[in-house]
């Protein structure tokens, strides 16, 4: 067994894994997994920069997770850093952070590394399963980007697209509620960043859409009715395209007010569930997808296998 540690900050959460891997059966056994909202994206599509209190916060995530890895006694750290990251003309502040506090230097992923990373963490478990057909379409909506992976027992083919639920929440700065103009324009924006992927990826070849990270496990988590969040529940739940249309309508016709009430909503996912539930919708419209399996497993996984 090798102890390891994986943290991946992305544009609006910041999450570790602490697990035992074991290269001889595959398996990857968890010890600790926790995820906070940090937004460390706030406002860089506008200003190109990390804020300093994005900054701050992150920091602040990342000796808590200092303390976590040191008590588990860990044999091995990697630290991913994501879309945020990689836009900001200020990353040199973010990487010294990260060194000082966790003693590793923080890996600036390219976007198709990314999507290596979230399509091993999704489907190396799904092997063997004779109830989903291959090639897989991975989706992984994060805040800054999101990632199409198509591939079988490999990645065949992908692609990273700026439409993260943070990122287009800024972008649009949407009404309260969204009005018809709003979600207009939010989905001439998603349909023309997946006029970019389909020539590099055939999303209609794929036979199971894998959907990934917050915005697809609160959806599932709603459509599931569940009064708390239970990621046992979720993981591998399978939601159909009429009730992800249902929920996304709804989450479009209500306040934030509204949604903040919804028993299993993050309150820092209160803002960005709007638009991350549309990227879903648009798709699995997109794809013909009748359903979407949802996975929460994904790139941290991935992350934890690439150091095993």
Not at 151 to 165: E, F, N, W
Not at 183 to 193: E, H, K, Q
Request: overall charge negative.
């Amino acid at each position: 067994m090798t102890r390891v540690a994986a943290i991946d900050c992305g544009t609006n959460s910041i999450r570790l894994l602490v697990a035992d891997a074991d290269p001889a059966t595959g398996e990857l056994v968890d010890l600790d997994r926790r995820m906070t909202i940090v937004r460390l994206g706030q406002d860089v599509d506008r200003t190109g920069r990390l804020a300093p209190e994005a900054l701050e916060r992150t920091f602040a995530a990342c000796r808590e997770y200092a303390d976590v890895i040191k008590k588990h006694g860990v044999d091995r750290i990697r630290f991913v850093a994501t879309s945020a990251s990689r836009d900001a003309e200020n990353r040199d502040e973010f990487v010294r952070g990260v060194l000082d506090i966790l003693g590793v230097e923080p890996e600036v992923i390219t976007g198709d590394q990314e999507a290596e990373f979230s399509f091993t963490g999704a489907t190396r478990e799904l092997a063997g399963r004779t109830d989903l057909e291959t090639p897989y379409l991975v989706v992984d909506i994060g805040g800054g980007s999101t990632e199409f992976v198509v591939g079988s027992d490999r990645v065949t083919a992908g692609r990273s697209v700026d439409i993260g639920c943070v990122r287009l929440t800024e972008r649009h700065r949407l009404s309260d509620p969204a009005t018809h103009a709003d979600i207009t324009a939010l989905r001439a924006d998603i349909a023309t960043a997946l006029d970019t992927v389909a020539p590099h990826v055939p999303l209609g070849e794929a036979r199971t859409l894998v959907g990934l990270a917050g915005s697809v496990t609160t959806v599932a988590a709603i459509a599931l009715g569940l009064t708390t969040y239970d990621s046992a529940v979720i993981h591998h739940s399978r939601i159909p395209f009429d009730i992800v249309r249902e929920i996304t309508t709804t989450l479009l016709s209500s306040t934030h007010a509204e949604r903040a009430t919804i028993p299993v909503m993050h309150p820092g996912r209160v803002d960005v569930i709007v638009t991350g539930a549309l990227i879903l919708l648009t798709i699995m419209e997109r794809t013909g997808a009748t359903e979407v399996v949802v996975s929460e497993h994904d790139i941290l996984d991935g992350i934890g296998w690439s150091i095993a």
